[in-house]
């Protein structure tokens, strides 16, 4: 089974609603951000960091990426 994780950001071409996806296959967290402004506010705050430094599954195993 491949697990597969990551950020993942669409609908940036004109007339389309972007959407930005956050998903973490250790701990199963799912995050979606819908809209312009809240998809470029989601990005300049650097989601994957922020996920890393309070993912549970990280701190339960003691181990950084």
Same mark, same amino acid.
């Given at each position: 089974?491949?697990?597969?994780?990551?950020?993942?950001? /669409?609908?940036?071409? /004109? =007339? !389309?609603?972007?959407?930005? =996806?956050?998903?973490?296959?250790?701990?199963?967290?799912? !995050? &979606?951000?819908?809209?312009?402004?809240?998809?470029? =506010?989601?990005?300049?705050?650097?989601?994957?960091?922020?996920? &890393?430094? /309070?993912?549970?599954?990280? !701190? @339960? @195993?003691?181990?950084?990426?």
């Amino acid at each position: 089974m491949i697990r597969r994780g990551g950020l993942q950001v /669409r609908g940036l071409e /004109r =007339d !389309q609603t972007p959407v930005a =996806d956050l998903y973490c296959h250790r701990c199963h967290t799912h !995050q &979606r951000v819908t809209g312009r402004t809240r998809v470029q =506010d989601f990005m300049r705050a650097n989601p994957l960091l922020e996920h &890393r430094a /309070r993912c549970s599954a990280l !701190q @339960k @195993k003691g181990t950084t990426p």
